[in-house]
C-alpha cells in the first residue's frame, strides 16, 4: 500500500481563489509528522507547512493551511487567495515516528499534484 | 536566511565514471540527507547521515554510493560507477536535532543537481 496517496496529478485555479490539495496517508505509527513541499519549475522543493499527529489544531502559515482530519487519515492543504507564483507541483510528504533527538527519520514522498494558477 | 547549497547544478558524465554531488548543509544542522527524483516522478529518499554516521538508507543506497562529510561544512554524495539509470535530480537536505522528545525537525531542500548518465 502506498504510504502517501495524492489522486490529483492536476489542478486548476482561478487567481485569487481558494483550492484544496488532498494528501492522504496510511502508518500504524502513532507519532509521525506530515509536510507540504512545493516545487516550482526551477526545481528546488520549498517547505511550506507541518503537522504532527498530536497536535490539537491545524497549521497554518500565511495563505497555507492544513485541514488535517486524523482518524481519515487525510493532510489537505488549502492555499487561499491563489497568486500566479502558486503555480507548481505540490507534494504531500510524511515522517514515521521519530527519535528522542527529534531527528532522523526519512521522508516519504507522495506523487504530487501540479497546480495551476490562472488569471 | 540560511539554506542549503548544492552544486553543481547540472552534471554530465558518461556511464561508468564516479560522481560526486556536493552539498554544503545549514550551518547548526546535525542531519543529513540525500533524495533523488527522477524525471516526472516523486521523490525518493537514499541516506541520511547523523554523528559522522549513515542512520538510515534505502535499498536504493547500494553499494555503488556513499556519503561523506570531509570537514565541518560539506557533505557529499559519491556514485562510483554511473548507470544511466542514475540519471535524476539529487536533493541534499539537512534539518536541526532537537532535544525535545517531539520535534518538527524540517528538512530543508537544497536547490538539487541535475545528474544525466550519457
Known amino acids: 500500500a502506498q504510504k502517501i496517496t495524492q489522486t490529483q496529478p492536476g489542478m486548476f485555479v482561478q487567481e485569487k481563489e481558494a483550492v484544496t490539495l488532498d494528501c492522504t496517508y496510511d502508518?500504524?505509527?502513532?507519532?509521525?509528522?506530515l509536510f507540504w513541499y512545493k516545487q516550482p519549475s526551477s526545481g528546488e522543493m520549498i517547505f511550506l507547512i507541518y503537522?504532527?499527529?498530536?497536535?490539537?489544531q491545524n497549521a497554518t502559515e500565511g495563505r497555507y493551511s492544513l485541514n488535517f482530519q486524523k482518524a481519515r487519515k487525510s493532510a489537505n492543504l488549502v492555499i487561499s487567495a491563489s497568486q500566479l507564483g502558486d503555480s507548481a507541483m505540490y507534494f504531500c510528504?510524511?515522517?514515521?515516528?521519530?527519535?528522542?533527538?527529534?531527528?532522523?527519520?526519512?521522508?516519504?514522498f507522495g506523487t504530487g499534484t501540479q497546480l495551476k494558477v490562472e488569471l | 536566511e540560511p539554506e542549503v547549497t548544492q552544486t553543481p547544478s547540472h552534471q554530465v558524465t558518461q556511464m561508468g565514471q564516479e560522481v560526486i554531488l556536493r552539498c554544503v548543509p545549514i550551518s547548526n544542522h546535525l542531519y543529513f540527507y540525500w533524495y533523488r527524483q527522477i524525471l516526472g516522478q516523486k521523490v525518493e529518499f537514499l541516506v541520511s547521515f547523523y554523528n559522522n554516521e549513515i542512520s538510515e538508507k534505502s535499498e536504493i543506497f547500494d553499494d555503488q554510493f556513499s556519503v561523506e562529510r570531509p570537514d565541518g561544512s560539506n557533505f557529499t554524495l559519491k556514485i562510483r560507477s554511473t548507470k544511466l539509470e542514475d540519471s535524476a535530480m539529487y536533493f541534499c537536505?539537512?534539518?536541526?536535532?532537537?532535544?525535545?522528545?517531539?520535534?518538527?525537525?524540517?528538512?530543508?531542500f537544497g536547490a538539487g543537481t541535475r545528474l544525466s548518465v550519457l
Open positions: 537536505a539537512s534539518s536541526e536535532s532537537k532535544t525535545l522528545a517531539v520535534a518538527k525537525n524540517i528538512q530543508y
Open positions: 503537522q504532527g499527529s498530536y497536535d490539537q
Open positions: 502508518t500504524s505509527d502513532p507519532s509521525y509528522g
Open positions: 510528504a510524511m515522517r514515521e515516528g521519530w527519535e528522542l533527538t527529534g531527528g532522523g527519520n526519512k521522508l516519504t
